[in-house]
Protein backbone atom coordinates (compact mmCIF):
# COMPACT_ATOMS: atom_id res chain seq x y z
CA UNK A 1 0.00 0.00 0.00
CA UNK A 2 1.02 3.62 -0.69
CA UNK A 3 -0.12 6.69 0.81
CA UNK A 4 -2.46 7.21 -1.72
CA UNK A 5 -3.94 3.92 -0.96
CA UNK A 6 -7.98 4.50 -0.38
CA UNK A 7 -9.23 4.77 3.43
CA UNK A 8 -11.64 1.85 2.93
CA UNK A 9 -8.82 -0.62 3.78
CA UNK A 10 -7.69 1.12 6.91
CA UNK A 11 -8.94 0.75 10.30
CA UNK A 12 -8.70 4.10 12.39
CA UNK A 13 -5.67 2.85 14.39
CA UNK A 14 -3.92 1.54 11.31
CA UNK A 15 -0.82 3.12 9.99
CA UNK A 16 1.23 2.83 7.01
CA UNK A 17 4.89 3.28 8.06
CA UNK A 18 7.20 4.14 4.87
CA UNK A 19 11.15 4.57 5.47
CA UNK A 20 13.38 5.84 2.89
CA UNK A 21 15.09 2.67 2.69
CA UNK A 22 13.25 -0.26 0.40
CA UNK A 23 12.05 -2.77 2.72
CA UNK A 24 14.20 -5.03 4.29
CA UNK A 25 17.47 -2.67 4.09
CA UNK A 26 17.31 -1.30 7.88
CA UNK A 27 15.41 -3.01 10.41
CA UNK A 28 16.43 -1.78 14.17
CA UNK A 29 16.75 -5.18 15.22
CA UNK A 30 19.54 -5.49 13.34
CA UNK A 31 21.30 -2.88 15.28
CA UNK A 32 23.96 -3.69 18.04
CA UNK A 33 23.21 -1.56 20.88
CA UNK A 34 26.41 -2.98 22.58
CA UNK A 35 28.61 -2.77 20.42
CA UNK A 36 27.84 1.30 19.77
CA UNK A 37 28.13 4.29 22.17
CA UNK A 38 24.57 5.52 22.73
CA UNK A 39 23.22 9.22 20.57
CA UNK A 40 23.53 12.02 23.04
CA UNK A 41 20.42 13.78 22.00
CA UNK A 42 19.69 17.22 22.76
CA UNK A 43 15.52 17.82 22.58
CA UNK A 44 13.77 20.94 21.61
CA UNK A 45 10.34 21.66 22.82
CA UNK A 46 8.01 24.55 23.30
CA UNK A 47 4.45 22.49 24.43
CA UNK A 48 3.86 19.67 26.46
CA UNK A 49 6.69 17.15 25.20
CA UNK A 50 4.69 13.97 24.58
CA UNK A 51 7.09 13.20 21.60
CA UNK A 52 10.03 14.00 24.25
CA UNK A 53 8.76 11.26 26.69
CA UNK A 54 8.16 8.67 24.03
CA UNK A 55 11.57 8.93 22.93
CA UNK A 56 12.71 8.85 26.51
CA UNK A 57 10.69 5.83 26.78
CA UNK A 58 11.95 4.19 23.78
CA UNK A 59 15.38 4.62 25.31
CA UNK A 60 14.23 3.80 28.99
CA UNK A 61 12.54 0.12 27.09
CA UNK A 62 16.51 -0.28 25.41
CA UNK A 63 14.94 0.00 21.32
CA UNK A 64 16.38 3.12 20.97
CA UNK A 65 20.28 3.24 21.77
CA UNK A 66 20.70 7.24 23.09
CA UNK A 67 20.36 9.09 25.53
CA UNK A 68 18.96 12.55 26.42
CA UNK A 69 21.50 15.03 28.07
CA UNK A 70 19.06 17.97 27.70
CA UNK A 71 15.81 19.53 26.89
CA UNK A 72 15.38 23.42 25.80
CA UNK A 73 12.08 24.97 26.06
CA UNK A 74 11.44 28.78 24.97
CA UNK A 75 8.04 28.96 26.52
CA UNK A 76 7.96 29.47 30.62
CA UNK A 77 4.60 27.71 30.53
CA UNK A 78 5.54 24.29 28.64
CA UNK A 79 4.90 21.23 30.39
CA UNK A 80 8.23 19.61 28.99
CA UNK A 81 9.72 21.16 31.81
CA UNK A 82 7.92 19.26 34.30
CA UNK A 83 7.98 15.65 32.50
CA UNK A 84 11.59 16.54 32.06
CA UNK A 85 11.96 16.92 36.00
CA UNK A 86 10.11 14.14 36.95
CA UNK A 87 11.95 11.87 34.30
CA UNK A 88 15.12 13.48 35.72
CA UNK A 89 16.78 14.99 32.51
CA UNK A 90 18.35 18.90 32.46
CA UNK A 91 15.80 21.82 31.03
CA UNK A 92 17.22 25.01 30.29
CA UNK A 93 14.93 27.69 29.42
CA UNK A 94 15.56 29.72 26.94
CA UNK A 95 12.83 32.52 26.17
CA UNK A 96 13.09 33.83 22.64
CA UNK A 97 11.56 36.67 24.27
CA UNK A 98 14.95 37.81 25.79
CA UNK A 99 17.00 37.95 21.90
CA UNK A 100 16.88 40.15 19.83
CA UNK A 101 17.13 38.23 16.96
CA UNK A 102 16.14 34.89 15.94
CA UNK A 103 20.12 34.07 15.12
CA UNK A 104 20.70 35.37 18.76
CA UNK A 105 18.65 32.65 20.07
CA UNK A 106 19.94 30.18 17.70
CA UNK A 107 24.04 30.68 18.76
CA UNK A 108 22.62 30.14 22.99
CA UNK A 109 20.65 26.95 21.64
CA UNK A 110 24.02 26.18 19.73
CA UNK A 111 26.47 26.68 22.57
CA UNK A 112 24.40 25.11 25.77
CA UNK A 113 24.09 21.63 23.29
CA UNK A 114 27.43 21.78 22.37
CA UNK A 115 28.82 22.32 25.98
CA UNK A 116 26.63 18.71 26.45
CA UNK A 117 28.60 17.43 23.47
CA UNK A 118 24.73 16.61 21.41
CA UNK A 119 25.03 14.37 18.40
CA UNK A 120 21.56 14.57 17.21
CA UNK A 121 19.21 17.70 17.95
CA UNK A 122 15.49 16.33 17.91
CA UNK A 123 12.63 18.66 17.58
CA UNK A 124 9.58 17.33 19.17
CA UNK A 125 7.44 20.46 18.86
CA UNK A 126 9.38 23.18 18.77
CA UNK A 127 7.28 26.03 17.71
CA UNK A 128 9.78 28.88 15.80
CA UNK A 129 11.66 28.78 13.05
CA UNK A 130 15.53 27.50 13.21
CA UNK A 131 18.07 29.88 11.18
CA UNK A 132 21.35 28.89 9.46
CA UNK A 133 23.03 29.18 12.67
CA UNK A 134 21.72 26.71 14.02
CA UNK A 135 21.70 23.99 11.02
CA UNK A 136 25.53 24.88 10.33
CA UNK A 137 26.43 24.15 14.30
CA UNK A 138 24.78 20.76 13.38
CA UNK A 139 24.79 20.21 9.56
CA UNK A 140 22.03 17.39 8.62
CA UNK A 141 21.86 16.49 12.36
CA UNK A 142 18.87 18.39 13.33
CA UNK A 143 15.39 16.48 12.95
CA UNK A 144 11.92 17.25 13.70
CA UNK A 145 8.19 15.91 13.34
CA UNK A 146 5.82 17.13 11.51
CA UNK A 147 1.78 16.45 11.54
CA UNK A 148 1.76 15.75 7.73
CA UNK A 149 2.27 13.42 5.04
CA UNK A 150 5.52 15.96 3.71
CA UNK A 151 5.36 17.37 1.53
CA UNK A 152 1.67 17.83 1.61
CA UNK A 153 0.36 20.54 4.07
CA UNK A 154 3.61 22.21 5.19
CA UNK A 155 4.08 24.83 7.99
CA UNK A 156 0.98 25.81 10.81
CA UNK A 157 -2.08 24.34 11.13
CA UNK A 158 -1.06 20.93 8.64
CA UNK A 159 -4.12 18.82 10.46
CA UNK A 160 -6.44 21.59 9.56
CA UNK A 161 -5.46 21.59 6.26
CA UNK A 162 -5.71 18.33 5.19
CA UNK A 163 -9.38 18.14 6.99
CA UNK A 164 -10.27 21.58 5.09
CA UNK A 165 -8.66 19.54 1.61
CA UNK A 166 -10.50 16.47 1.92
CA UNK A 167 -7.81 14.28 1.88
CA UNK A 168 -8.25 11.02 2.84
CA UNK A 169 -5.31 9.66 4.45
CA UNK A 170 -3.61 12.30 6.54
CA UNK A 171 -0.12 11.30 9.04
CA UNK A 172 3.24 12.23 10.33
CA UNK A 173 6.56 13.14 8.89
CA UNK A 174 10.09 12.82 10.27
CA UNK A 175 12.42 14.81 8.17
CA UNK A 176 16.00 16.35 8.06
CA UNK A 177 15.57 20.16 9.15
CA UNK A 178 16.52 22.92 6.58
CA UNK A 179 15.89 26.15 5.97
CA UNK A 180 12.83 26.28 4.53
CA UNK A 181 10.03 24.88 7.09
CA UNK A 182 8.89 21.45 6.35
CA UNK A 183 10.97 20.95 3.30
CA UNK A 184 14.22 18.98 4.38
CA UNK A 185 14.82 15.05 3.10
CA UNK A 186 11.98 12.67 4.63
CA UNK A 187 13.38 9.96 6.94
CA UNK A 188 10.30 8.47 7.97
CA UNK A 189 6.00 8.61 7.74
CA UNK A 190 3.24 6.98 9.14
CA UNK A 191 -0.19 7.21 7.73
CA UNK A 192 -3.55 7.48 8.96
CA UNK A 193 -7.02 7.55 7.44
CA UNK A 194 -9.19 10.44 7.50
CA UNK A 195 -12.37 9.32 9.01
CA UNK A 196 -15.80 11.34 7.85
CA UNK A 197 -16.58 12.23 11.34
CA UNK A 198 -13.34 13.44 11.97
CA UNK A 199 -12.43 16.57 13.93
CA UNK A 200 -9.28 18.22 14.07
CA UNK A 201 -8.68 17.18 17.66
CA UNK A 202 -9.48 13.54 17.16
CA UNK A 203 -7.53 13.30 13.78
CA UNK A 204 -4.70 14.86 15.48
CA UNK A 205 -5.16 12.64 18.38
CA UNK A 206 -4.26 9.52 16.15
CA UNK A 207 -1.67 11.29 14.34
CA UNK A 208 0.25 11.72 17.53
CA UNK A 209 0.02 7.88 18.54
CA UNK A 210 1.83 7.39 15.34
CA UNK A 211 4.25 10.38 16.06
CA UNK A 212 5.27 8.42 19.13
CA UNK A 213 5.88 5.62 17.72
CA UNK A 214 7.87 6.66 14.79
CA UNK A 215 10.13 9.28 16.09
CA UNK A 216 12.38 6.71 18.35
CA UNK A 217 12.55 4.72 15.01
CA UNK A 218 13.17 7.47 12.73
CA UNK A 219 16.23 8.56 15.02
CA UNK A 220 17.83 5.26 14.97
CA UNK A 221 17.55 5.63 11.16
CA UNK A 222 19.01 8.59 10.96
CA UNK A 223 21.57 7.87 13.13
CA UNK A 224 22.54 4.92 10.60
CA UNK A 225 22.39 6.93 7.04
CA UNK A 226 24.28 10.67 8.45
CA UNK A 227 26.89 9.14 10.61
Request: hydrophobic share 45%.
Amino acid sequence: MTASTSSQYLSPTTALVSPTLAAGEYSPLKQSPLKQPPLILGVMASGSGSNFEAIAKAIEEGTLNARIAVVIYNNPQAKVAERAQRLGIPAKLLDHRQFDSREALDDAIAAHFKSYKIDWVIMAGWMRRVTQRLLSAFPNHILNIHPSLLPSFPGIRSVEQALSAGVKIAGCSVHIVELIVDSGPIVMQAAVPVLPEDSVETLQARIQVQEHRIFPQAIALAASLYS
